[in-house]
């Protein structure tokens, strides 16, 4: 099973993401994590993307493209893998195809998480997480059972991200809408987009992706 999971910061798409992993043994591709893997393992993809980082530069679709492709011929990635951050220009979308058609895999399913923007700003905003553990939690959602003290391991100090405001949330959803507009279409006309509702429960939103994963064709 090969996916496309979309959504802008705060969709809770790393969190479906990583539970997917769990659950089906999918491989997740983020484009961040494969460069600087290629990177320390010094491919020739890597070396030259450090050449251009080193310098200062933006790294090149053709880099990108490279290390996604070096990627995608490693063994684990053929139980399914979820990319995460790629393709985000209509440019690189058609590359992808190109490029799985090549290795004989197929895209079965493009999911996007949909947010309503001033939701989001509630949920973004609220969070915060233990700075012991790390288990997160939010004003009116998900409060500790004890007001102060963490539930998970008894801590009593607690933080927030400094980009947790809604400027940003606002700023994040402007880049998000324009990085996803050009591949939309693209991926619509093939049939794969499937959209779902980011803002539900946690566990209702897995279920309906594994509805999704989980039908026909």
Excluded: W
Excluded at 1 to 19: D, E, F, H, W
Excluded at 109 to 128: N, P, Y
Excluded at 174 to 183: D, L
Excluded at 191 to 203: F, K, P
């Amino acid at each position: 099973m090969n996916l496309i999971l979309l959504g802008p910061p705060g969709a809770g798409k790393g969190t479906q993401a990583s539970r997917l992993v769990k659950q089906r043994g999918l491989v997740q591709l983020s484009t961040g994590d494969m460069l600087r893997a290629a990177v320390a393992a010094e491919t020739p993809v890597g070396l030259a993307a450090k050449q251009v980082m080193a310098s200062g530069g933006l790294v090149s679709d053709e880099i990108v493209n490279g290390i996604l492709s070096e990627r995608l011929d490693q063994d684990d990635v053929r139980a399914g893998f979820i990319l995460d951050g790629y393709p985000r220009t209509a440019a690189q979308a058609h590359e992808l195809d190109a490029m799985l058609k090549r290795k004989q895999m197929v895209l079965d399913h493009v999911i996007e998480l949909v947010v309503d923007e001033a939701a989001l700003v509630d949920r973004v905003t609220g969070r915060f997480t233990c700075a012991s553990c790390g288990e997160g939690y939010h004003d009116a959602h998900k409060a500790p059972k004890v007001a102060g003290v963490c539930d998970v391991c008894g801590g009593t100090s607690f933080k927030r991200r400094a980009d947790d405001n809604a400027e940003t949330v606002h700023t994040r959803m402007e880049e998000y809408r324009a990085k996803t507009a050009p591949i939309l279409p693209h991926y619509e006309a093939q049939g794969l987009v499937t959209r779902l509702d980011g803002m539900a429960d946690m566990d209702q939103v897995a279920a309906s992706i594994d509805k999704v994963l989980d039908s026909a064709g």
